[in-house]
């Protein structure tokens, strides 16, 4: 019965971490086709509403209020005004990465010397 919860929760944890990715991932290609970055959508859609009259009345407006930029080193995100910033090289992740390393190291040189 414990094994089968374990099963389920972790499948539950991969559909809701897949779903998160898929969702970032459809935010980045809508922001980057919709409000490139340094163009806001209000001035987009006045630009195109005056430029081709009648016929794009009904323009896309981006009106999310999170966007989120792809850029060469990591990602911006804006939640309105506010700007986040996220580095593909982070100094946290760095850190998790190096504890997990010395941890299996240790645990390999255990299992060699007291095990095998």
Do not use: C, H
């Not at 980045?28 to 794009?56: C, H, R, Y």
Request: hydrophobic share 40%; net charge negative.
């Amino acid at each position: 019965m414990k094994s089968r919860n374990f099963w389920f929760t972790l499948y539950t944890i991969l559909l809701i971490g897949l779903v998160f990715i898929f969702l970032t991932e459809i935010n980045v290609e809508n922001t980057k086709a919709l409000s490139p970055i340094g163009i806001s959508s209000e001035d987009n859609f006045q630009m195109v509403s005056s430029e081709f009259g009648k016929d794009f009345e009904n323009f896309i407006q981006d009106k999310a209020k999170v966007k989120i930029y792809d850029e060469e080193d990591g990602r911006l995100i804006k939640f309105g005004d506010v700007n986040l910033k996220i580095k593909k090289k982070s100094e946290f992740l760095e850190g998790i990465k190096e504890k997990i390393i010395n941890i299996t190291e240790s645990l390999d040189t255990f299992i060699s010397e007291n095990i095998l």
